[in-house]
């Protein structure tokens, strides 16, 4: 079993519990300025990261990554023809046609590990037809001429066949429509009182308890649904991309959702301190908000892990429109507040910076894969 699920699971419940109990249980006073720091930096970084890799991952894997074997079978067709074509030409004889088509096709090799491992077991490939074909021709039962005519005869109808067969390539309108799924989602939840920014509500709180407070019952369960919801979001985007079996790709993700992770667990130990009237209560709320990505993560992964590649493909795209409308509006209300938006820019475009740098620096190194 892939451990890697279950290591970014442990991280992220990890990350959520400290940063959302530490206001719970010190007796640090908020510093909006220095949330609003980190929210910003937070939010540049998920920006970059679905702009850079969650989205051009997504579409690759929606778009291409099924059709892989069609091509390789197509390629295996070409270069048998060539083959073909030498003996038409009096090149090489039959006899040594089949010793080229055989290594060309992987010869017994590749045909005793596709039984080994169960691949394509109750699909008949080109590959393994013209195996078949071969394994005739060396047990005598047909002559190399004979083998070599049945040998074009598979690659004619196989072209025919790719020629026939409708195209499944999913659609720009799926891919694009896959991430406005994901904004949406997000922009209908807001807009039903699932809120998921709590950064506003408890900017002009005293945290001294010495006063009284208004407490907003309802209003508070609504947004730690609301974030939990988000955070759920976040456990498909990490799951999504392990399913992928992309081991460089599942680390940009997490670390884009894990740095987010902080500002907002930490967010939601402050509001809850306002809105609870018991400390057991804040921390219900947070367990509960920190459950909810770890929790996603594995139901995700094992979920996606045999699907058809497109789906986890998909998924990824879902993911990247919810990161998009948390990114934006984590910092909008900032960015249009004249008293804050140069800085409020400022803060996401280092939070652009940090992760661009990253990524051009694990590319350079060879630690990015590009292609699947």
């Known amino acids: 079993m892939d451990e890697t699920p279950i290591t970014y699971a442990l991280l992220a419940l990890g990350i959520a519990l400290i940063c959302g109990l530490w206001p719970v249980y010190s007796k640090i006073k908020e510093d909006v300025n220095k949330l609003r720091i980190l929210t910003g930096i937070a939010a540049g970084i998920i920006i970059a990261s679905a702009l850079l890799v969650v989205i051009p991952e997504g579409y690759e894997l929606a778009s291409t990554e099924e059709h892989d074997e069609h091509n390789d079978e197509s390629k295996i067709a070409g270069s048998i023809a060539l083959v073909i074509l030498e003996v038409d030409h009096g090149e090489i004889n039959a006899s040594q046609a089949i010793e080229e088509i055989e290594t060309l096709v992987g010869g017994h090799e590749a045909h005793d590990s596709e039984e080994e491992h169960g691949e394509h077991a109750d699909e008949e490939t080109l590959s393994k037809s013209v195996l078949h074909v071969i394994e005739e021709v060396e047990n005598d039962e047909i002559s190399a001429t004979d083998g070599l005519t049945e040998i074009e005869e598979l690659i004619t109808a196989n ?23 994901g904004f949406l989602l997000m922009l209908i939840l807001e807009g039903s009182g699932i809120g998921h920014a709590v950064h506003e509500e408890h900017h002009d709180h005293d945290l001294d308890h010495n006063h009284s407070h208004v407490h907003h019952g309802s209003a508070g369960w609504m947004l730690v649904l609301g974030l939990s919801l988000h955070a759920v979001t976040d456990g498909l985007a990490i799951g999504a991309a392990a ?130």
Not at 159 to 181: F, K, R, T, Y
């Open 243 to 372: 399913a992928s079996g992309s081991v460089s790709i599942t680390a940009t993700v997490a670390l884009a959702v894990l740095i987010h992770k902080g500002p907002a667990a930490f967010s939601l130990g402050v509001f809850s301190l306002h809105e609870r009237t018991e400390r057991k209560e804040s921390i219900r709320d947070v367990v509960i908000f920190s459950l909810a990505t770890p929790v996603m993560i594995l139901i995700s992964y094992f979920a996606l892990e045999n699907l058809e590649t497109h789906l986890i493909g998909l998924a990824m795209l879902f993911s990247a429109g919810t990161f998009l409308y948390v990114a934006t509006v984590d910092t909008l209300p900032d960015i249009h507040n004249p008293e804050t938006g140069r800085k409020a820019m400022l803060y996401v475009l280092l939070g652009v910076a940090i992760m661009g740098v990253t990524l051009f620096g694990m590319d350079a190194v060879g630690l990015i894969e590009h292609g699947h």
């Open 159 to 181: 072209h025919a066949h790719v020629e026939e067969e409708p195209d499944e390539h999913p659609s720009n309108l799926l891919l694009g429509g896959a991430i406005l799924a």
